[in-house]
């Protein structure tokens, strides 16, 4: 009897831990679709700039085409 007592605590202790684990936080972070709110990126503003484009394209270009 005092057996299956122990073998009974022992598995609902055991059963406990495993749930734990599976404990997941419900705060939830709503996003609006579109619209960035992380940090500042610097290379939007240099991404306005035609040179960079213009660069960037020349650069795609070099490696898409030897294919």
Do not use: F, W
């Not at 007592?5 to 406990?16: H, K, N, P, R, S």
């Not at 619209?35 to 213009?54: C, F, T």
């Amino acid at each position: 009897m005092q057996t299956r007592v122990l073998l009974l605590t022992a598995v609902l202790a055991t059963g406990l831990l495993v749930l734990t684990g599976c404990y997941e936080s419900r705060d939830v972070t709503m996003h609006e679709a579109g619209v960035y709110k992380g940090k500042v990126d610097p290379l939007v503003e240099l991404s306005a700039n035609p040179a960079h484009q213009e660069g960037l394209r020349e650069r795609i270009l070099m490696i898409q085409t030897d294919r």
